[in-house]
Nanobody, 123 residues
């Protein structure tokens, strides 16, 4: 059973920073693609960032230059460093994983999901 456990969410003022972490209980973490989605109230879940097993990174246009995804295979953990946060970034953030392959953006192509962590940015 694969489990993804997010941490690091919270409330911050606009312009601030947060770092999300996601610990994965997956034996083959090093070969997995991992990443982050988010869902704001009343909106569809959307891709935020992902990192492949080969350390290639992908970021949504809306977060490029502000958010950075990274991974630590020894700790089986994926991170999302979020800087210059704005109220538009307010959402529940979900950690995702797929056993193999590249980073993809469709929701339906990710096999495992965390329970989500709330990020609230106030103006």
């Amino acid at each position: 059973q694969v489990q993804l456990v997010e941490s690091g969410g919270g409330s911050v003022q606009a312009g601030g920073s947060l770092r999300l972490s996601c610990a994965a209980s997956v034996r083959t973490f090093s070969s997995a693609a991992v990443g982050w989605f988010r869902q704001a109230p009343g909106k569809e879940r959307e891709f935020v960032a992902g990192i492949s097993s080969g350390y290639s990174t992908y970021h949504a246009d809306s977060v490029k230059g502000r958010f950075t995804v990274s991974r630590d295979n020894a700790k089986k953990t994926v991170y999302l460093q979020m800087n210059s946060l704005s109220p538009e970034d307010t959402a529940v953030y979900y950690c995702v994983a797929k056993p193999t392959g590249d980073v993809v953006t469709p929701v339906r192509l990710w096999d495992y999901w965390g329970q989500g962590t709330q990020v609230t940015v106030s103006s």
